[in-house]
């Protein structure tokens, strides 16, 4: 830290107790007063400095006996006033950044000017701020965090005010780019090669290089007033809002323990407070710092990690932040929730009444607001149709990945008995359609849901489970749900009509390639016909693609079984209730299709069956006919 040495005389002051005495060999004539400590002094060289000594010492004298005068106001208290009477005698002081503010504002006050003396005390506190420490990082903040103490005094100078534009300046400046010499903020200085100095020599070592948040560290130790302002003018010089959002979190992060469990409370020390002693900041001046970054910050995305402002969020609720700051903070989440992982969403219930383990409301609130800036940013689809296909790749979109995490988060919350089914519902039907390429996660969470709800009502289920779509379950999750008592009727039944559907389709694909396949192999087999191997693995792939094949038959052939028993029952269930036919409850159940589908697969599967029949009848009478005319001749 830069010094500048005033005055030549040895110190001739010694303090006894509350009392400080001046060793001239002369008896004192005047006794100052600053709060509980009293200076023993000499009238002349006092008044020979300071036009406000002068008239109190004028005053105090008139009345005679001890000239006693008080200065309880004097900026800096006693520790200034020493150095003051210091200065007045001529005795050596020292001008550092840490006390330059008080001296300057005490001169100031007692009105040090060169009327009474040239080299007087507000000349040289002012040459050395302006050449000195506003032109050093360091200097200027140490100036600047004893500014605090004395906040009118220095700005009414207008100090606060010139350091902060000293610190704003250089943090918006690369210090790479500085020329020589430059001090850096770590204290170390450069040659004009770029090699660092160590007492005036080249060590040859070079220097880091300097990334944007080397000032984030520094500027965290000020008050939240000072820090405040520091941002603005930051902003002023037109520092980019990602910096500033950078040393916003380091800051929060100081002062705020819950934004880093890992971190001790001794490393979380506050200076919230003037002068603080170290301890950690109480509830109220954490309260008062998340409002304040959540006013500083701007409502722009992708400032603050999405971590760190559920970080925010949940200490937000702990404090009883006011509402704005809650659905500010739930609204900067919500701009960027594709960024979430399933553990940030799963908060807890800080309210009274505890009515759920996790907040609910409030996921749905985030999701609410990125959903509305989707729609506003145009990316409400995240594909296109043409010709009949689906373009594009919807698993990579936001909205995809958001709709995956809100399933995944639905099945965290499902096993909650106290989590009412039309919370449940309101946040599973929140996510649009197409945001979900498949309803396998919300088949589970709602699976989940039916099983820690056994008490639900038929129709509850029903309801329940029309939010997903049976015809975007996956083959493995139609195998699971037909075979799910937990599922009602009719869901089974959609279930297994989709599922002989998926496999039909599957079937038909498996021909499609199989008839390739056989070509391919013939052109192989022709190729290779003079090898035995070429035609030993052929007939290896046509056994394994037949046995493909004949499972696939039989597990067409076991749900068509199981669609016709299940037929069977909802017609009895019909006749009960006084419905005669399957086709009302065919229709009821929205399955016409799949009967006429149905009738016109025994139909085909009948005539084949009468077409074989007559081929072998004809069969056996050609083989009669043979056998008489042999026997007749």
Same mark, same amino acid.
């Given at each position: 830290m830069?010094?500048?040495?005033?005055g030549?005389?040895?110190?001739?002051?010694?303090?006894?107790?509350?009392?400080w005495?001046?060793?001239?060999?002369?008896?004192?004539?005047i006794?100052?007063?600053v709060?509980?400590?009293?200076?023993h002094l000499?009238?002349?060289?006092?008044?020979?400095?300071s036009?406000?000594l002068?008239?109190?010492i004028?005053?105090?004298?008139?009345? &005679?006996?001890?000239?006693?005068?008080?200065?309880?106001?004097i900026p800096?208290?006693?520790?200034?006033m020493?150095r003051?009477?210091?200065?007045?005698?001529?005795?050596?002081?020292?001008?550092t950044?840490?006390?330059?503010v008080?001296?300057?504002?005490?001169?100031?006050?007692?009105?040090m000017?060169e009327?009474?003396?040239?080299?007087n005390l507000?000349?040289?506190t002012?040459?050395?701020?302006?050449?000195v420490?506003?032109?050093?990082w360091?200097?200027?903040l140490?100036?600047?965090?004893?500014?605090?103490?004395?906040?009118?005094?220095?700005e009414e100078l207008?100090?606060?005010?010139?350091c902060?534009?000293?610190?704003a300046?250089?943090?918006?400046t690369?210090?790479?780019?500085?020329?020589w010499?430059?001090m850096?903020?770590?204290?170390?200085m450069?040659?004009?090669g &770029?090699?660092?100095?160590?007492n005036?020599?080249?060590?040859?070592?070079?220097?880091?290089?300097?990334?944007?948040?080397?000032?984030?560290?520094?500027?965290?130790s000020?008050t939240?007033?000072i820090y405040?302002r520091?941002?603005?003018g930051?902003?002023?010089r037109g520092?980019?809002?990602?910096?500033i959002?950078?040393?916003?979190?380091?800051?929060?992060?100081k002062?705020l323990p819950?934004?880093?469990?890992h971190?001790?409370t001794?490393e979380s020390?506050?200076?919230?407070?003037?002068m603080?002693?170290?301890?950690?900041?109480s509830?109220?001046?954490?309260?008062?710092?998340?409002?304040?970054v959540?006013?500083?910050?701007?409502?722009?995305?992708?400032?603050?990690s999405?971590?760190?402002?559920? &970080?925010?969020?949940?200490?937000?609720?702990?404090?009883?932040?006011?509402p704005?700051?809650?659905?500010?903070?739930?609204?900067?989440?919500?701009?960027?929730?594709?960024?979430?992982t399933?553990?940030?969403?799963?908060m807890?219930?800080?309210?009274?009444?505890?009515?759920?383990?996790?907040?609910?409301?409030?996921?749905?609130?985030m999701?609410e607001?990125?959903?509305?800036?989707d729609q506003v940013?145009?990316g409400?689809?995240?594909?296109?149709?043409?010709d009949?296909?689906?373009?594009?790749?919807?698993?990579?979109t936001p909205?995809?990945?958001?709709?995956?995490?809100?399933?995944?988060?639905?099945?965290?919350?499902?096993?909650?008995?106290?989590?009412?089914?039309?919370?449940?519902?309101?946040?599973?039907?929140?996510?649009p359609?197409?945001?979900?390429?498949?309803?396998?996660?919300?088949?589970?969470?709602?699976?989940?849901?039916?099983?820690?709800?056994?008490?639900?009502a038929e129709?509850d289920r029903?309801?329940?489970?029309?939010?997903?779509?049976?015809q975007?379950?996956?083959?493995?999750?139609?195998?699971?749900?037909?075979?799910?008592?937990?599922?009602?009727?009719r869901?089974?039944?959609?279930v297994?009509f989709?599922?002989?559907?998926?496999?039909?389709?599957?079937?038909?694909?498996?021909f499609l390639v199989?008839?390739?396949l056989?070509?391919?192999?013939?052109?192989?087999?022709?190729l290779?016909?003079?090898?035995e191997?070429?035609?030993?693995t052929?007939?290896?792939e046509?056994q394994v693609?037949?046995?493909?094949m004949d499972?696939?038959?039989?597990?067409?052939?076991?749900?068509?079984?199981?669609?016709?028993n299940m037929?069977?029952?909802?017609?009895?269930?019909?006749?009960?209730?006084?419905?005669?036919?399957?086709g009302?409850v065919?229709?009821?159940f929205?399955?016409?299709?799949?009967?006429?589908?149905?009738?016109?697969?025994?139909?085909?599967?009948?005539?084949?069956?009468n077409?074989s029949?007559k081929?072998?009848?004809a069969?056996?009478k050609?083989?009669?006919?043979?056998?008489?005319?042999?026997?007749?001749?």
């Amino acid at each position: 830290m830069a010094c500048m040495k005033l005055g030549s005389k040895t110190d001739a002051f010694q303090r006894q107790g509350r009392a400080w005495f001046c060793t001239t060999g002369l008896p004192s004539d005047i006794v100052v007063e600053v709060g509980e400590m009293s200076f023993h002094l000499h009238k002349f060289p006092l008044l020979s400095r300071s036009g406000v000594l002068e008239r109190l010492i004028a005053e105090a004298s008139e009345g &005679g006996g001890d000239c006693t005068i008080t200065l309880d106001d004097i900026p800096g208290g006693a520790k200034t006033m020493e150095r003051v009477a210091k200065f007045c005698y001529g005795v050596k002081l020292e001008l550092t950044a840490s006390n330059v503010v008080y001296l300057r504002s005490a001169a100031e006050h007692l009105e040090m000017t060169e009327e009474y003396g040239e080299g007087n005390l507000i000349s040289q506190t002012e040459v050395f701020l302006n050449q000195v420490v506003l032109r050093s990082w360091k200097d200027s903040l140490k100036a600047l965090q004893s500014c605090d103490d004395i906040l009118p005094h220095a700005e009414e100078l207008n100090i606060t005010k010139r350091c902060i534009e000293s610190l704003a300046v250089k943090a918006s400046t690369d210090p790479n780019l500085f020329g020589w010499p430059v001090m850096e903020h770590g204290g170390l200085m450069q040659s004009p090669g &770029g090699s660092v100095l160590w007492n005036g020599i080249s060590t040859g070592a070079r220097p880091k290089n300097s990334s944007s948040d080397w000032w984030y560290e520094d500027v965290s130790s000020l008050t939240l007033p000072i820090y405040k302002r520091l941002i603005s003018g930051m902003e002023s010089r037109g520092i980019k809002q990602e910096i500033i959002a950078g040393s916003l979190t380091f800051y929060a992060k100081k002062y705020l323990p819950g934004l880093n469990r890992h971190q001790g409370t001794s490393e979380s020390s506050s200076r919230l407070k003037p002068m603080g002693l170290g301890s950690p900041p109480s509830e109220e001046d954490q309260k008062l710092l998340l409002e304040e970054v959540d006013r500083i910050l701007p409502l722009q995305k992708g400032l603050i990690s999405t971590k760190v402002l559920f &970080g925010l969020l949940r200490t937000a609720m702990i404090l009883r932040a006011s509402p704005t700051c809650i659905s500010n903070l739930e609204r900067r989440i919500g701009m960027q929730l594709d960024q979430a992982t399933l553990e940030d969403l799963l908060m807890p219930n800080f309210s009274y009444s505890m009515e759920t383990l996790y907040n609910v409301e409030c996921v749905q609130r985030m999701l609410e607001h990125f959903l509305a800036m989707d729609q506003v940013t145009g990316g409400a689809s995240p594909c296109s149709v043409d010709d009949g296909r689906l373009m594009g790749s919807p698993s990579l979109t936001p909205i995809t990945m958001v709709a995956k995490l809100i399933d995944g988060y639905l099945a965290e919350v499902a096993p909650d008995v106290n989590l009412k089914l039309p919370k449940f519902q309101s946040l599973a039907a929140a996510v649009p359609d197409y945001a979900r390429p498949l309803d396998d996660g919300l088949y589970r969470a709602i699976d989940i849901y039916l099983k820690s709800h056994p008490w639900l009502a038929e129709s509850d289920r029903e309801q329940l489970c029309r939010l997903m779509d049976c015809q975007k379950l996956s083959l493995e999750a139609c195998t699971h749900a037909a075979q799910n008592e937990r599922l009602p009727l009719r869901i089974i039944v959609q279930v297994l009509f989709f599922e002989q559907l998926q496999l039909r389709t599957s079937i038909a694909g498996c021909f499609l390639v199989s008839d390739n396949l056989d070509g391919s192999r013939q052109l192989r087999s022709g190729l290779a016909a003079s090898t035995e191997g070429g035609w030993v693995t052929a007939v290896r792939e046509n056994q394994v693609l037949k046995v493909g094949m004949d499972n696939m038959r039989t597990r067409v052939s076991e749900l068509e079984k199981e669609c016709s028993n299940m037929r069977d029952e909802i017609e009895k269930l019909g006749r009960s209730k006084g419905s005669s036919t399957w086709g009302s409850v065919s229709k009821k159940f929205g399955f016409k299709i799949k009967s006429q589908m149905c009738s016109a697969q025994e139909g085909s599967v009948s005539n084949q069956n009468n077409g074989s029949g007559k081929i072998e009848k004809a069969k056996e009478k050609q083989t009669k006919h043979k056998e008489n005319s042999s026997l007749d001749g």
